[in-house]
């Protein structure tokens, strides 16, 4: 296919109401093509979008074509290689959706069997429907992770290692992040897999049956709802099972609601991770790669999560969090979950239980033991204190005893600066400001955990409040665990935050990080692995860090 005939390809999926993008294979190569505005943006900058899409061809040496799933459109794939269990999904779409089976146009992608129909999604979208994987034992699962663990200590590409069989449906609805970032594309036309791609697999172009999206506009594909969707999944289980599958354990299959599970553990100093154009890269690296690439995608293996294998170099992909303002990693084996650092202050504190057992033990104790009652200098005793505005007076947990867990768990990961009147949080490096007020959210993840073991409604109500929240966050900044002034930030001159660790200008050591040094400065790249050169002696007041 010339530049020409791919241009007018993507052209005329624009035209049937499909949302094109450039693709490698099954990844799309144009960084940004998930965001939001992504049409808008392309077309302003080009001068029109047919412009835009020529500029496709002009600037990324690819000739594959994928859609993005929005608008309406619905993909169901068929991620099956065995002809009698997509026999049996044939038959259920059949008898679900029997005008899907009839008019929906036909992709044959990446193996003998399996299928994609493209249909129209009817009534509420949702993100994706997934069953579980089938496989003939889960033993076979077993060995395969084994011999990639030795596999991959043997330095060879973990895309080459051969994987086993499994059988599984997808299905993708068209609903947007709450951002408004589309989160998957399809791939449509050309290379399902190139001649020179990395896992040595025999190249295998897109094929389609009787037509394809240039024949049929999105508005006239037949529709498939939501239900329906359910549906053809719990009845493909089913008939797996008849067949003598076994389905694999898997957590957050389905995230058709749109929301997706978060999981906190990334390694900002030990996670690799091996990226698809990059090769291995750490942290600091990856995160550099993303905000080279705009915020946009860096697609990579899922090596780095503990006790996976990933056949694919591009199962995962990262991009920038502005919930978290750091790197994301979405896994999008079995529903999408989202990885971030372990270091992220978060309302999953798995240390809350105990902190709280400790506080009410402690108030039943000091309840228990009666209380001391001070006369006044006339004899009498005293008036009572004035009630304080927002006290939890209904139950055990006030907002003093809140702030003390939350000095506790922040301790070592938050400061309050009270020269510039803000938080600032650890992130494995450096302390930075805290811009999107994590300092707040936290005091008020922590109160609503604890406000579980009130039994009062009105303690309950009173620790959820804004009013209770801003309470306890004024009363843990004053902690001396957590108050810090300016004094404390880059003390020691001769330490030099850097994105790989600390380097002690006097030795040319670059040691972990640590937050007791108080750095707040960080350089922009990490100091050569190669150069053993020392910096003169130089004064302390004349490196202008103070």
């Known amino acids: 296919m010339n530049d020409t005939e791919l241009n007018n390809l993507r052209k005329q999926l624009w035209a ?80 679900i959706a029997p005008d899907v089976l009839e008019r929906a146009p036909v992709r044959y992608g990446g193996g003998e069997h399996k299928v994609a129909w493209f249909v129209r999604i009817e009534g509420e979208l949702f993100g994706s429907i997934h069953t579980h994987k089938y496989v003939r034992s889960l033993d076979e699962v077993e060995a395969y992770k084994a011999a990639g663990v030795a596999w991959k200590a043997a330095g060879a590409n973990p895309a080459a290692q051969p994987s086993y069989e499994y059988h599984h449906v997808e299905m993708f609805g068209s609903k947007l992040t709450s951002h408004g970032a589309c989160p998957r594309q399809f791939g449509a036309f050309g290379w399902h897999t190139a001649p020179d791609n990395k896992a040595g697999k025999p190249p295998r172009e897109y094929a389609w049956a009787d037509v394809s999206l240039l024949d049929v506009p999105l ?20 008939a797996a099972v008849e067949e003598g599958w076994v389905a694999v354990p898997k957590q957050d299959h389905d995230s058709s609601d749109g929301r997706v599970r978060e999981v906190f553990d990334i390694d900002r100093k030990k996670s690799r991770f091996d990226t698809k154009d990059s090769g291995v890269v750490s942290y600091a690296e990856l995160e550099a790669l993303v905000i ?28 920038w969090s502005k919930k978290f303002d750091c790197v994301q990693i979405r896994d999008f084996d079995g529903g999408g979950t989202w990885h971030y ?6 309302g999953d504190l798995k240390d809350i239980a105990d902190k709280m057992e400790a506080v009410k033990e402690k108030v039943q104790q000091q309840q228990q033991a009666p209380p001391e009652e001070p006369l006044a200098d006339d004899g009498a005793p005293p008036e009572p204190p004035p009630k304080a505005a927002q006290v939890n007076t209904a139950g055990l947990l006030t907002q003093d005893l809140v702030a003390l867990v939350v000095a506790e768990r922040g301790d070592g990961e938050m400061r309050y600066c009270h020269d510039s009147g803000g938080w600032f949080m650890w992130d ?76 002690d200008l006097r030795t040319g050591e670059v040691r972990a990080p640590d937050a007791a040094d108080g750095i707040s400065k960080l350089a922009a790249i990490a100091p050569s692995r190669t150069s053993t050169r020392l910096l003169p002696t130089i004064p302390a007041e004349a490196i202008g860090w103070r």
């Open 16 to 95: 049937n109401g499909y949302f094109p993008v450039p693709n490698l294979d099954k990844a799309c190569v144009h960084k940004t093509w998930n965001t939001p505005k992504f049409y808008e943006r392309e077309a302003k900058r080009y001068g029109g979008i047919d412009a835009a899409i020529e500029s496709w061809t002009r600037r990324l040496p690819y000739r594959a074509t994928g859609v993005r799933i929005q608008g309406g459109l619905g993909v169901i794939d068929g991620d099956i290689d065995n002809a009698k269990l997509m026999a049996r999904l044939i038959e259920i779409i059949r008898r």
């Open 219 to 238: 508005a006239e594909l037949p529709t498939l709802t939501k239900a329906q969707a359910y549906e053809i999944a719990k009845d493909f289980e089913t």
């Open 292 to 319: 080279l690439a705009n915020g946009g995608d860096v697609r990579m293996s899922a090596n780095w999560i503990e006790g996976e294998v990933s056949v694919s170099d591009d199962r995962c992909n990262a991009s």
């Open 341 to 346: 650092p372990n270091d992220i202050p978060r």
């Open 428 to 503: 494995g490096v450096s302390w930075k400001a805290d811009r999107l007020k994590w300092g707040f959210h936290t005091c008020r993840e922590i109160s609503r955990l604890m406000s579980k073991e009130e039994r009062e409604k009105k303690a309950i109500r009173a620790m959820r409040s804004a009013g209770f929240f801003s309470a306890v966050e004024r009363i843990a900044a004053t902690d001396p665990r957590l108050a810090v002034t300016s004094a404390h930030w880059d003390q020691d001159a001769y330490l030099m935050g850097t994105p790989s660790g600390t380097l």
